[in-house]
Protein backbone atom coordinates (compact mmCIF):
# COMPACT_ATOMS: atom_id res chain seq x y z
CA UNK A 1 0.00 0.00 0.00
CA UNK A 2 1.15 3.34 -0.53
CA UNK A 3 1.35 6.31 1.88
CA UNK A 4 1.55 9.90 -0.38
CA UNK A 5 3.18 12.56 1.73
CA UNK A 6 6.06 12.03 4.65
CA UNK A 7 5.19 14.52 6.71
CA UNK A 8 4.41 13.61 10.03
CA UNK A 9 0.66 12.79 9.31
CA UNK A 10 2.24 10.49 6.46
CA UNK A 11 4.87 9.25 8.45
CA UNK A 12 2.21 7.78 11.53
CA UNK A 13 0.07 6.47 9.56
CA UNK A 14 2.58 4.36 7.41
CA UNK A 15 4.29 3.08 10.56
CA UNK A 16 1.27 1.90 12.31
CA UNK A 17 0.02 0.55 9.42
CA UNK A 18 3.29 -1.42 9.41
CA UNK A 19 3.16 -2.94 12.88
CA UNK A 20 -0.05 -4.06 11.74
CA UNK A 21 1.37 -6.04 8.76
CA UNK A 22 1.15 -3.96 5.50
CA UNK A 23 3.51 -3.41 3.45
CA UNK A 24 3.81 0.25 3.51
CA UNK A 25 5.54 2.70 0.41
CA UNK A 26 5.73 6.24 1.81
CA UNK A 27 6.28 8.34 -0.90
CA UNK A 28 7.79 12.31 -0.63
CA UNK A 29 7.94 14.60 -2.58
CA UNK A 30 11.66 16.10 -0.90
CA UNK A 31 14.93 14.70 0.17
CA UNK A 32 13.60 14.34 3.22
CA UNK A 33 11.14 13.07 5.78
CA UNK A 34 9.21 15.63 8.17
CA UNK A 35 7.11 18.20 6.03
CA UNK A 36 6.21 21.41 8.13
CA UNK A 37 8.12 19.69 10.98
CA UNK A 38 11.46 18.99 9.30
CA UNK A 39 15.12 19.82 9.72
CA UNK A 40 17.99 20.78 6.73
CA UNK A 41 21.18 22.22 5.60
CA UNK A 42 20.72 25.41 5.70
CA UNK A 43 22.48 26.69 2.85
CA UNK A 44 23.10 30.40 3.79
CA UNK A 45 24.88 29.10 7.37
CA UNK A 46 26.14 25.78 6.37
CA UNK A 47 23.86 24.42 10.00
CA UNK A 48 21.14 22.29 10.16
CA UNK A 49 18.58 23.85 11.50
CA UNK A 50 14.62 23.32 12.12
CA UNK A 51 12.74 25.12 9.70
CA UNK A 52 11.06 26.23 13.44
CA UNK A 53 11.55 25.32 16.58
CA UNK A 54 8.54 22.48 17.37
CA UNK A 55 6.94 22.42 21.01
CA UNK A 56 4.68 19.49 21.50
CA UNK A 57 3.01 18.91 25.02
CA UNK A 58 1.82 16.36 26.92
CA UNK A 59 -1.43 16.04 25.65
CA UNK A 60 -0.20 15.23 22.57
CA UNK A 61 -0.71 11.36 23.07
CA UNK A 62 -0.80 10.42 19.16
CA UNK A 63 2.48 12.20 18.64
CA UNK A 64 4.30 10.68 21.66
CA UNK A 65 2.63 7.25 20.04
CA UNK A 66 4.51 8.00 16.92
CA UNK A 67 7.80 8.66 18.58
CA UNK A 68 7.19 5.86 20.66
CA UNK A 69 6.87 3.29 17.82
CA UNK A 70 9.93 4.54 16.17
CA UNK A 71 12.38 4.62 19.53
CA UNK A 72 12.39 8.13 19.87
CA UNK A 73 10.44 9.12 22.90
CA UNK A 74 13.63 9.91 24.65
CA UNK A 75 14.90 12.36 22.64
CA UNK A 76 12.34 14.61 23.62
CA UNK A 77 13.26 17.25 26.86
CA UNK A 78 10.27 18.12 28.73
CA UNK A 79 9.69 20.93 31.13
CA UNK A 80 6.86 22.57 33.38
CA UNK A 81 8.16 25.60 33.11
CA UNK A 82 7.47 28.49 31.59
CA UNK A 83 9.49 31.66 31.79
CA UNK A 84 7.52 34.94 30.72
CA UNK A 85 10.35 38.61 30.29
CA UNK A 86 8.78 41.70 30.23
CA UNK A 87 11.29 44.44 27.97
CA UNK A 88 14.27 45.33 30.52
CA UNK A 89 14.31 41.62 32.08
CA UNK A 90 11.81 41.36 34.27
CA UNK A 91 10.41 37.24 35.03
CA UNK A 92 7.91 35.86 35.67
CA UNK A 93 7.96 32.42 35.88
CA UNK A 94 4.57 30.25 35.03
CA UNK A 95 4.58 26.26 35.99
CA UNK A 96 2.84 24.08 38.47
CA UNK A 97 3.68 24.82 42.51
CA UNK A 98 5.96 21.53 44.42
CA UNK A 99 6.75 21.67 47.52
CA UNK A 100 9.34 17.84 46.93
CA UNK A 101 7.14 15.58 45.65
CA UNK A 102 3.78 16.93 46.56
CA UNK A 103 1.91 19.23 44.30
CA UNK A 104 -1.42 20.87 44.49
CA UNK A 105 -4.23 18.81 42.40
CA UNK A 106 -5.25 20.05 38.95
CA UNK A 107 -6.94 22.86 38.17
CA UNK A 108 -4.87 24.54 41.43
CA UNK A 109 -1.20 22.65 40.10
CA UNK A 110 -0.59 26.19 38.59
CA UNK A 111 -2.45 28.64 40.26
CA UNK A 112 0.38 29.77 43.03
CA UNK A 113 2.55 30.83 40.22
CA UNK A 114 -0.25 33.08 38.70
CA UNK A 115 -1.28 34.80 41.22
CA UNK A 116 2.45 35.60 42.13
CA UNK A 117 3.03 36.86 38.54
CA UNK A 118 4.66 39.77 38.16
CA UNK A 119 3.86 40.26 34.49
CA UNK A 120 -0.11 40.43 35.19
CA UNK A 121 -1.58 43.01 37.50
CA UNK A 122 -4.88 41.57 40.11
CA UNK A 123 -7.66 43.29 37.46
CA UNK A 124 -5.38 40.86 34.59
CA UNK A 125 -5.25 37.95 37.05
CA UNK A 126 -9.21 38.29 38.33
CA UNK A 127 -10.18 38.71 34.66
CA UNK A 128 -7.84 35.38 33.49
CA UNK A 129 -9.71 33.76 36.36
CA UNK A 130 -12.82 33.97 35.23
CA UNK A 131 -12.18 33.44 31.36
CA UNK A 132 -10.50 29.77 32.75
CA UNK A 133 -13.08 29.40 35.16
CA UNK A 134 -15.86 29.65 31.85
CA UNK A 135 -13.55 27.20 30.00
CA UNK A 136 -12.88 24.66 32.94
CA UNK A 137 -15.37 21.87 32.14
CA UNK A 138 -14.54 19.27 29.46
CA UNK A 139 -16.19 20.43 26.30
CA UNK A 140 -17.12 24.07 27.94
CA UNK A 141 -18.13 26.08 24.71
CA UNK A 142 -17.92 23.32 22.23
CA UNK A 143 -20.92 24.67 20.65
CA UNK A 144 -20.16 27.97 20.52
CA UNK A 145 -19.97 29.58 16.84
CA UNK A 146 -18.61 33.08 18.69
CA UNK A 147 -14.56 33.91 17.76
CA UNK A 148 -12.18 34.11 20.82
CA UNK A 149 -12.13 37.74 20.06
CA UNK A 150 -15.76 38.43 20.46
CA UNK A 151 -16.30 36.43 23.04
CA UNK A 152 -13.05 38.04 25.30
CA UNK A 153 -14.81 41.54 24.82
CA UNK A 154 -17.80 39.71 26.32
CA UNK A 155 -16.12 38.23 29.39
CA UNK A 156 -14.42 41.74 30.65
CA UNK A 157 -10.50 40.72 29.93
CA UNK A 158 -8.48 43.74 30.41
CA UNK A 159 -5.75 44.98 28.34
CA UNK A 160 -2.81 43.04 29.88
CA UNK A 161 -4.78 39.80 30.39
CA UNK A 162 -5.70 40.41 26.43
CA UNK A 163 -2.25 41.29 25.22
CA UNK A 164 0.23 39.24 27.50
CA UNK A 165 -1.96 35.65 27.46
CA UNK A 166 -4.64 35.63 25.10
CA UNK A 167 -2.87 37.57 22.35
CA UNK A 168 0.58 36.00 23.19
CA UNK A 169 0.43 32.35 25.06
CA UNK A 170 -3.35 31.35 22.78
CA UNK A 171 -3.01 33.04 19.68
CA UNK A 172 0.56 31.98 18.96
CA UNK A 173 -0.41 28.64 19.93
CA UNK A 174 -3.20 28.36 17.54
CA UNK A 175 -1.57 30.56 15.48
CA UNK A 176 -3.74 33.36 14.17
CA UNK A 177 -5.89 36.44 15.99
CA UNK A 178 -7.99 36.45 18.29
CA UNK A 179 -10.90 37.30 16.07
CA UNK A 180 -9.86 34.50 14.07
CA UNK A 181 -10.32 31.48 16.21
CA UNK A 182 -12.98 30.08 17.13
CA UNK A 183 -13.95 29.46 20.85
CA UNK A 184 -14.05 26.14 21.03
CA UNK A 185 -10.76 25.80 19.85
CA UNK A 186 -9.46 28.20 22.48
CA UNK A 187 -10.96 26.70 25.56
CA UNK A 188 -9.46 23.15 24.14
CA UNK A 189 -6.32 24.63 24.40
CA UNK A 190 -6.91 26.21 27.96
CA UNK A 191 -7.88 23.01 29.20
CA UNK A 192 -5.62 20.68 27.90
CA UNK A 193 -2.11 23.27 28.85
CA UNK A 194 -3.59 25.15 31.93
CA UNK A 195 -6.31 23.06 33.90
CA UNK A 196 -6.13 19.23 33.22
CA UNK A 197 -3.31 18.19 34.91
CA UNK A 198 0.60 19.46 35.25
CA UNK A 199 1.28 16.28 32.71
CA UNK A 200 -0.88 17.79 29.59
CA UNK A 201 0.49 21.20 29.69
CA UNK A 202 4.14 20.16 30.15
CA UNK A 203 6.41 21.63 27.13
CA UNK A 204 8.63 19.18 25.04
CA UNK A 205 11.22 19.73 22.82
CA UNK A 206 13.26 17.69 20.65
CA UNK A 207 17.41 17.34 21.94
CA UNK A 208 17.94 16.67 18.00
CA UNK A 209 17.24 18.63 14.48
CA UNK A 210 13.69 17.47 14.05
CA UNK A 211 14.18 15.43 10.87
CA UNK A 212 17.05 13.09 12.72
CA UNK A 213 13.60 12.02 14.81
CA UNK A 214 12.45 10.54 11.56
CA UNK A 215 15.84 8.48 10.76
CA UNK A 216 14.80 5.47 11.92
CA UNK A 217 11.56 5.23 10.02
CA UNK A 218 13.21 4.00 6.98
CA UNK A 219 14.42 1.07 8.48
CA UNK A 220 11.11 0.37 10.82
CA UNK A 221 9.08 0.29 7.43
CA UNK A 222 11.76 -1.87 5.37
CA UNK A 223 11.95 -4.15 8.31
CA UNK A 224 7.69 -4.90 8.02
CA UNK A 225 8.52 -5.07 4.18
CA UNK A 226 8.30 -1.96 3.12
CA UNK A 227 9.96 1.19 2.19
CA UNK A 228 10.60 4.81 1.76
CA UNK A 229 10.97 7.23 -1.49
CA UNK A 230 12.32 10.40 -1.43
CA UNK A 231 12.35 12.80 -4.09
CA UNK A 232 9.48 11.16 -5.47
CA UNK A 233 6.51 13.74 -6.47
CA UNK A 234 2.66 12.25 -7.17
CA UNK A 235 0.51 13.59 -9.53
CA UNK A 236 -2.22 11.77 -9.67
CA UNK A 237 -3.59 8.38 -9.56
CA UNK A 238 -6.41 5.97 -11.73
CA UNK A 239 -8.33 3.13 -9.77
CA UNK A 240 -8.94 0.10 -11.87
CA UNK A 241 -12.49 -0.87 -10.89
CA UNK A 242 -12.47 -4.43 -12.01
CA UNK A 243 -9.23 -5.51 -9.97
CA UNK A 244 -9.69 -3.03 -7.22
CA UNK A 245 -6.23 -1.30 -7.76
CA UNK A 246 -5.14 2.01 -7.39
CA UNK A 247 -2.13 3.21 -10.29
CA UNK A 248 -0.19 6.28 -8.48
CA UNK A 249 1.65 8.51 -10.70
CA UNK A 250 4.58 9.79 -9.65
CA UNK A 251 7.28 11.74 -11.46
CA UNK A 252 9.51 9.04 -11.11
CA UNK A 253 7.56 6.37 -12.54
CA UNK A 254 4.13 4.61 -11.49
CA UNK A 255 2.99 2.19 -8.29
CA UNK A 256 0.60 -0.19 -7.48
CA UNK A 257 -1.30 -0.21 -4.76
CA UNK A 258 -4.07 -1.66 -3.51
CA UNK A 259 -4.88 1.04 -0.71
CA UNK A 260 -3.62 4.78 -0.62
CA UNK A 261 -3.37 7.06 2.34
CA UNK A 262 -3.05 10.80 1.00
CA UNK A 263 -1.34 12.87 3.71
CA UNK A 264 -0.77 16.30 2.03
CA UNK A 265 -1.28 19.65 3.53
CA UNK A 266 -5.19 21.11 2.38
CA UNK A 267 -3.18 22.95 -0.70
CA UNK A 268 -1.50 19.77 -2.25
CA UNK A 269 -4.94 17.81 -1.63
CA UNK A 270 -6.52 20.57 -3.76
CA UNK A 271 -4.03 20.26 -6.67
CA UNK A 272 -4.18 16.56 -6.55
CA UNK A 273 -7.82 16.52 -6.80
CA UNK A 274 -7.98 17.05 -10.27
CA UNK A 275 -5.74 14.10 -11.39
CA UNK A 276 -7.76 11.77 -9.50
CA UNK A 277 -10.86 9.44 -11.21
CA UNK A 278 -14.28 11.44 -10.86
CA UNK A 279 -15.85 10.49 -7.85
CA UNK A 280 -19.26 11.52 -5.64
CA UNK A 281 -18.41 13.92 -3.44
CA UNK A 282 -15.30 14.98 -5.24
CA UNK A 283 -16.34 18.75 -5.44
CA UNK A 284 -17.56 18.59 -2.18
CA UNK A 285 -14.34 18.24 -1.28
CA UNK A 286 -12.67 20.59 -3.43
CA UNK A 287 -14.98 23.59 -1.95
CA UNK A 288 -14.55 22.39 1.88
CA UNK A 289 -10.53 22.69 0.87
CA UNK A 290 -11.17 25.85 -0.56
CA UNK A 291 -12.79 27.02 3.07
CA UNK A 292 -8.79 26.92 4.54
CA UNK A 293 -6.71 29.57 4.92
CA UNK A 294 -2.80 29.76 5.75
CA UNK A 295 -0.97 31.39 8.66
CA UNK A 296 2.88 32.28 8.52
CA UNK A 297 5.18 31.33 11.08
CA UNK A 298 8.64 33.27 11.00
CA UNK A 299 12.03 32.27 12.82
CA UNK A 300 15.33 34.17 13.40
CA UNK A 301 18.53 32.02 14.26
CA UNK A 302 21.24 33.90 16.02
CA UNK A 303 24.93 32.42 16.04
CA UNK A 304 26.73 34.99 18.81
CA UNK A 305 29.77 34.48 19.90
CA UNK A 306 29.13 34.45 23.46
CA UNK A 307 26.34 33.42 25.44
CA UNK A 308 23.39 36.07 25.96
CA UNK A 309 21.01 34.31 28.06
CA UNK A 310 21.02 31.19 30.81
CA UNK A 311 17.41 30.36 29.83
CA UNK A 312 16.70 27.68 28.06
CA UNK A 313 13.63 29.24 26.52
CA UNK A 314 11.41 32.28 27.43
CA UNK A 315 7.88 33.77 26.45
CA UNK A 316 9.05 37.72 25.39
CA UNK A 317 6.28 39.88 26.46
CA UNK A 318 5.31 43.44 24.63
CA UNK A 319 7.09 43.12 20.78
CA UNK A 320 6.81 41.90 17.68
CA UNK A 321 9.11 38.48 18.82
CA UNK A 322 6.77 35.65 20.75
CA UNK A 323 9.10 33.06 21.76
CA UNK A 324 12.82 32.59 22.34
CA UNK A 325 14.89 28.96 22.11
CA UNK A 326 18.31 28.54 23.39
CA UNK A 327 19.45 25.75 20.92
CA UNK A 328 22.36 25.42 22.10
CA UNK A 329 20.87 24.48 25.89
CA UNK A 330 18.55 22.38 24.17
CA UNK A 331 19.93 20.70 21.22
CA UNK A 332 23.44 21.15 22.28
CA UNK A 333 24.15 22.99 19.77
CA UNK A 334 27.05 26.13 18.74
CA UNK A 335 30.34 25.33 19.86
CA UNK A 336 33.51 26.79 22.31
CA UNK A 337 31.49 30.17 24.12
CA UNK A 338 29.30 31.04 21.71
CA UNK A 339 25.28 30.61 21.71
CA UNK A 340 22.63 29.56 19.04
CA UNK A 341 19.11 31.23 19.85
CA UNK A 342 16.74 31.22 17.62
CA UNK A 343 13.24 33.25 17.83
CA UNK A 344 10.01 32.57 16.66
CA UNK A 345 7.25 35.06 15.38
CA UNK A 346 3.92 33.61 14.98
CA UNK A 347 0.62 34.26 13.90
CA UNK A 348 1.81 37.74 12.70
CA UNK A 349 1.35 38.94 8.92
CA UNK A 350 3.21 42.25 9.10
CA UNK A 351 6.32 40.88 10.24
CA UNK A 352 6.44 37.92 7.36
CA UNK A 353 6.34 40.85 5.09
CA UNK A 354 9.57 42.91 6.49
CA UNK A 355 12.33 42.54 4.39
CA UNK A 356 14.99 39.91 5.34
CA UNK A 357 17.63 43.15 6.79
CA UNK A 358 14.47 45.15 8.07
CA UNK A 359 13.21 41.63 9.96
CA UNK A 360 16.54 40.74 11.42
CA UNK A 361 17.49 44.07 12.46
CA UNK A 362 13.80 43.89 14.32
CA UNK A 363 14.64 40.42 15.90
CA UNK A 364 18.01 42.20 17.23
CA UNK A 365 16.65 45.03 18.61
CA UNK A 366 13.81 43.79 20.63
CA UNK A 367 15.96 40.38 22.00
CA UNK A 368 18.48 43.07 23.47
CA UNK A 369 15.84 44.59 25.18
CA UNK A 370 14.95 40.92 27.10
CA UNK A 371 18.80 40.15 27.25
CA UNK A 372 21.44 42.81 27.58
CA UNK A 373 24.08 41.17 26.37
CA UNK A 374 23.40 40.87 22.90
CA UNK A 375 24.65 44.38 22.66
CA UNK A 376 27.84 43.08 23.61
CA UNK A 377 28.07 39.81 22.01
CA UNK A 378 28.89 39.54 18.30
CA UNK A 379 26.47 38.05 15.95
CA UNK A 380 28.48 35.52 13.80
CA UNK A 381 25.79 34.36 11.58
CA UNK A 382 22.01 34.65 11.02
CA UNK A 383 19.26 32.91 8.87
CA UNK A 384 15.88 34.49 8.52
CA UNK A 385 12.99 31.38 7.58
CA UNK A 386 9.85 32.33 6.70
CA UNK A 387 7.26 29.90 6.42
CA UNK A 388 4.21 31.69 4.72
CA UNK A 389 2.13 28.19 4.90
CA UNK A 390 2.68 27.34 7.94
CA UNK A 391 -0.82 26.34 9.40
CA UNK A 392 -4.37 26.62 8.67
CA UNK A 393 -6.49 28.80 10.67
CA UNK A 394 -9.48 27.78 13.31
CA UNK A 395 -12.23 30.42 12.53
CA UNK A 396 -15.70 29.87 13.65
CA UNK A 397 -17.11 27.17 11.30
CA UNK A 398 -13.85 25.53 10.15
CA UNK A 399 -15.12 22.33 11.64
CA UNK A 400 -17.39 21.79 8.84
CA UNK A 401 -14.37 22.18 6.31
CA UNK A 402 -12.53 18.92 7.45
CA UNK A 403 -13.22 15.90 6.22
CA UNK A 404 -12.88 12.96 8.25
CA UNK A 405 -10.47 9.76 7.11
CA UNK A 406 -12.95 8.47 4.49
CA UNK A 407 -12.37 9.80 1.08
CA UNK A 408 -14.61 9.93 -1.72
CA UNK A 409 -12.82 7.57 -3.39
CA UNK A 410 -12.81 3.53 -2.97
CA UNK A 411 -9.81 2.54 -0.78
CA UNK A 412 -8.22 5.91 -0.42
CA UNK A 413 -8.38 7.50 2.54
CA UNK A 414 -6.96 11.41 4.11
CA UNK A 415 -4.56 12.44 6.69
CA UNK A 416 -2.91 15.48 7.21
CA UNK A 417 -3.20 18.55 9.73
CA UNK A 418 -6.32 19.80 8.63
CA UNK A 419 -8.52 16.81 8.40
CA UNK A 420 -11.52 16.22 11.24
CA UNK A 421 -9.17 15.91 14.30
CA UNK A 422 -10.75 18.34 17.02
CA UNK A 423 -7.30 19.74 17.09
CA UNK A 424 -5.55 22.89 15.79
CA UNK A 425 -2.72 22.56 13.24
CA UNK A 426 0.09 20.76 15.09
CA UNK A 427 2.17 17.89 14.79
CA UNK A 428 -0.68 16.32 17.18
CA UNK A 429 -2.94 16.93 14.84
CA UNK A 430 -1.30 16.09 12.15
CA UNK A 431 -0.49 12.50 14.17
CA UNK A 432 -4.29 11.85 14.90
CA UNK A 433 -5.08 11.89 11.48
CA UNK A 434 -2.23 9.45 10.56
CA UNK A 435 -3.50 7.14 13.31
CA UNK A 436 -7.04 7.54 12.41
CA UNK A 437 -6.08 6.84 8.33
CA UNK A 438 -4.66 3.67 9.45
CA UNK A 439 -7.34 2.49 11.63
CA UNK A 440 -9.88 3.39 8.89
CA UNK A 441 -7.95 1.66 5.80
CA UNK A 442 -6.95 -1.93 7.98
CA UNK A 443 -11.09 -1.63 9.08
CA UNK A 444 -11.72 -1.79 5.19
CA UNK A 445 -9.02 -4.32 4.86
CA UNK A 446 -10.58 -6.44 7.40
CA UNK A 447 -7.71 -6.50 9.60
CA UNK A 448 -8.25 -5.69 13.40
CA UNK A 449 -5.99 -2.87 14.19
CA UNK A 450 -6.00 -0.29 17.06
CA UNK A 451 -3.37 2.89 17.29
CA UNK A 452 -5.49 5.91 18.04
CA UNK A 453 -3.84 7.04 21.76
CA UNK A 454 -6.81 8.23 23.89
CA UNK A 455 -6.56 11.68 25.45
CA UNK A 456 -4.50 12.26 28.72
CA UNK A 457 -7.62 11.30 31.63
CA UNK A 458 -7.96 15.22 33.27
CA UNK A 459 -6.67 14.42 37.13
CA UNK A 460 -7.13 16.02 40.53
CA UNK A 461 -10.45 18.49 40.93
CA UNK A 462 -10.76 18.71 37.23
CA UNK A 463 -11.65 14.93 37.52
CA UNK A 464 -14.81 16.04 38.80
CA UNK A 465 -15.70 18.32 35.97
CA UNK A 466 -15.08 16.03 33.27
C1 LIG B 1 7.18 27.38 11.12
C2 LIG B 1 6.27 26.37 11.74
C3 LIG B 1 6.19 26.25 13.12
C4 LIG B 1 5.33 25.32 13.70
N1 LIG B 1 5.32 25.14 15.05
C5 LIG B 1 4.63 24.10 15.57
C6 LIG B 1 4.77 23.77 16.93
O1 LIG B 1 5.51 24.40 17.69
N2 LIG B 1 4.07 22.70 17.41
C7 LIG B 1 3.25 21.95 16.59
O2 LIG B 1 2.67 20.97 17.08
N3 LIG B 1 3.10 22.27 15.30
C8 LIG B 1 3.76 23.31 14.76
N4 LIG B 1 3.65 23.60 13.44
C9 LIG B 1 2.65 22.88 12.63
C10 LIG B 1 3.14 21.48 12.23
O3 LIG B 1 4.41 21.57 11.64
C11 LIG B 1 2.17 20.89 11.22
O4 LIG B 1 0.85 20.96 11.72
C12 LIG B 1 2.46 19.42 10.92
O5 LIG B 1 3.83 19.19 10.78
C13 LIG B 1 1.71 19.02 9.67
O6 LIG B 1 2.06 17.71 9.30
P1 LIG B 1 1.38 17.04 8.04
O7 LIG B 1 2.00 15.70 7.87
O8 LIG B 1 -0.08 17.12 8.16
O9 LIG B 1 1.74 17.97 6.79
P2 LIG B 1 3.17 18.32 6.17
O10 LIG B 1 4.18 18.44 7.24
O11 LIG B 1 2.96 19.49 5.28
O12 LIG B 1 3.54 17.03 5.33
C14 LIG B 1 3.10 16.83 4.00
C15 LIG B 1 4.25 16.22 3.20
O13 LIG B 1 3.79 15.94 1.88
C16 LIG B 1 4.82 16.24 0.97
N5 LIG B 1 4.20 16.46 -0.34
C17 LIG B 1 3.48 17.53 -0.75
N6 LIG B 1 3.04 17.34 -2.01
C18 LIG B 1 3.50 16.11 -2.39
C19 LIG B 1 3.36 15.35 -3.59
N7 LIG B 1 2.65 15.80 -4.62
N8 LIG B 1 3.99 14.14 -3.66
C20 LIG B 1 4.70 13.66 -2.59
N9 LIG B 1 4.86 14.35 -1.44
C21 LIG B 1 4.25 15.55 -1.33
C22 LIG B 1 5.46 17.49 1.56
O14 LIG B 1 6.76 17.69 1.06
C23 LIG B 1 5.44 17.16 3.05
O15 LIG B 1 6.61 16.47 3.46
C24 LIG B 1 4.50 24.53 12.85
C25 LIG B 1 4.58 24.65 11.47
C26 LIG B 1 5.47 25.54 10.92
C27 LIG B 1 5.60 25.60 9.42
Request: hydrophobic share 30%.
Given at each position: MTVVGGGVAGMSAACALAEAGFAVTLVE????????AGSYLHPGVGETIDNCQHVLFGCCTNLQGFYRRIGVAEKIHWTTDMTMIEPGGRRTRLGPFKLGPVGLPAPLHGALSFLTA???TLADKLALARAMQAMM??????NSSESLGDWLRSHGQTQGALN????LVIASALNAEIDEIAVPYAAKVIRELFLNSARAGSMGMST????ELYAGVAGYLEARGGKVLLNTHVEGAEWDEEISEWTVRTRQGELISEFVVVALPFEGMAKLIPNLPPADGATALAGQIARHEHWPICSVHLWFD??????EHAVLLDREIHWMYNQSLL???????GQYIELVVSATRAFAALSREAAIAQALKELAEFFPLVKEAKLLKVALIKEVRATFGVPPGIDGARPGA?????DLFLAG??????????MESAARSGHLAAEALASQAGIPLSCFEPDLKPTGLMRLLA
Open positions: RRGYLGGRSAFKQGALSRFWRVPLSQAVTDLQGRGTGEVSPWPDWVQTGWPST
